[in-house]
């Protein structure tokens, strides 16, 4: 079992930063990749970013790349999603979720067994 919480979501104009954490408890040891999804009301839950576990690779879906950065920080266990240059599309649910099953990032939210709670990120004119 792997316990996620994150954290950071919060209003923020547009053209800011955010930066959310994930911090991962439990079986830690079982994860092979992480990754951020989000969710905005009527719509399926998005792939954002991902990164493998052991290594520095990560991958971003094309709505985010060169905005958004993945990093890790293995003592803690945490991961990060630094946003940058926010818009207001970004405004959303974000979630992160941990794949203990398949190898590499996976960009189905299907491939995700753990789930935190979600934190909100709204996006001001």
């Known amino acids: 079992q792997v316990q996620l919480v994150e954290s950071g979501g919060r209003l923020v104009q547009a053209g800011g930063s955010l930066r959310l954490s994930c911090a991962a408890s439990g079986g830690t040891r079982s994860i092979n990749s992480m990754a951020w999804f989000r969710r905005t009301p009527g719509k399926e839950r998005e792939f954002v970013g991902g990164?493998?576990?052991?290594?520095?690779?990560?991958q971003y879906a094309d709505s985010v790349k060169g905005r958004f950065t993945i990093s890790r920080e293995n003592i803690l266990n945490t991961v990060y999603l630094q946003m940058d240059n926010l818009k207001q599309e970004d405004t959303a649910v974000y979630y992160c979720?941990?794949?203990?099953?398949?190898?590499?990032?996976?960009?189905?939210?299907?491939?995700?067994?753990?789930w935190g709670q979600g934190t909100q990120v709204t996006v001001s004119s």
């Open positions: 979720a941990a794949n203990t099953r398949w190898r590499g990032v996976r960009l189905a939210d299907a491939d995700y067994a753990y």
């Open positions: 990164t493998f576990w052991n290594t520095r690779n990560t």
